[in-house]
């Protein structure tokens, strides 16, 4: 039987991250992974140039059931310590919108950034490894590996979600909780596209691939300004992704189809200069054709010209386009879903240390506990900060 001081299961962000922390304090780490490679997530993130954290980092940008849990750990190690880390790794990188910070060349430099401080660790890394059983005693962990039996005093489950199961995902984080006795919140997928009822989704079909801007809105009162995209299945783009968090299954969302227009008075300025021109090649002014087209086979657009168009249909007209309400089917689930929300409860940890409050030894980190970041780089930085803190006090 093989000893170590940590095991750490899940080579992905918070795992790695966590292992060459632990290790570069001098102790003897462990990283198991069932995958062929470390970081399949991370290498798939950002379409391949890894969002690795968010310039705007803060906890209100984070959902819980315990709200106040990620505060002492983003403290700790901010957006700017890990922005230094890749600095001094040599890693170009840039901004794209709203503080989400990008590498200039590959999501693979990350992941060689985490080999990289791993290695300056010691860090024993061991793929392809399936934990069949764990057991607790007086002198620690047992795991069961497939092919072999090896031991810790400190055990980190750093193994994530639900989402993307393409990439290995599995409910073992959870599971290993509810075995030594934690809480577990219920899961569902986050950060995910809507999918549409019939009919509404045989008209939207035809905009698959239409994008524009948008403020859209939950029941809960839960807003964002960032871009929607139609799509095949129904709806997406940031401002989807992010909303999808807050939405509960039956509940409608609000889209403002054209923020930052006064429509009302657009299409009285259209009238006064155009007034036999059709509404419909108008709207096209500020909108996209093809949705225009495809609100009008709606009749949500009447087919008229400006003139011909009365004040009802027009008080209608404006105020469907600034709040559009649609009630999505669901969601398209794990398959697709950038994070899982839900997890383990935090109350049952340290928000120092991220261990179980009454199972020492027993830490976990990222994305199995019940944080849940936006979209834009939130979710990594949180791998990040909460995988330090464990890292300091393993």
Known sequence: MEKFDVIIIGAGAAGMFCAAQAGQRGRRVLLLDNGKKAGRKILMSGGGRCNFTNLYTEPAAYLSHNPHFCKSALARYTQWDFIDLVNRHGIAWHEKT?????????????????????????????????????????????????????????????????????LGATPFGYQLAEQFGLRVFPTRAALVPFTLHKPLLDHLQALSGVSLPTVISAEDGTVFKEAMLFTHRGLSGPAVL????????????????????DLDRFINDERSTHPNQSLKNSLAKVLPKRLIEVLQTLQTVPDVTLKQLNSRQQSELVSTLHQWRIQPNGTEGYRTAEVTLGGVDTRQLSSKTMEARDVPGLYFIGEVTDVTGWLGGYNFQWAWSSAWACGQAI
């Open 98 to 166: 709203l503080g989400q910070l990008f590498c200039d060349d590959s999501a693979q430099q990350i992941v060689e950034l985490l080999l990289k401080e791993c290695q300056q660790g010691n860090v024993t890394l061991r793929l392809r490894s399936e934990v069949v059983s764990v057991e607790r005693d007086d002198s620690g962990y047992t795991l069961q590996l497939n092919g072999a039996t090896v031991q810790a005093e400190q055990l980190v489950v750093a193994s994530g979600g639900l989402s993307m199961p393409g």
């Open 242 to 261: 992010q909303l999808s968090s807050y939405w509960q299954p039956g509940e409608f969302i609000a889209i403002n189809l054209a923020p930052g227009q």
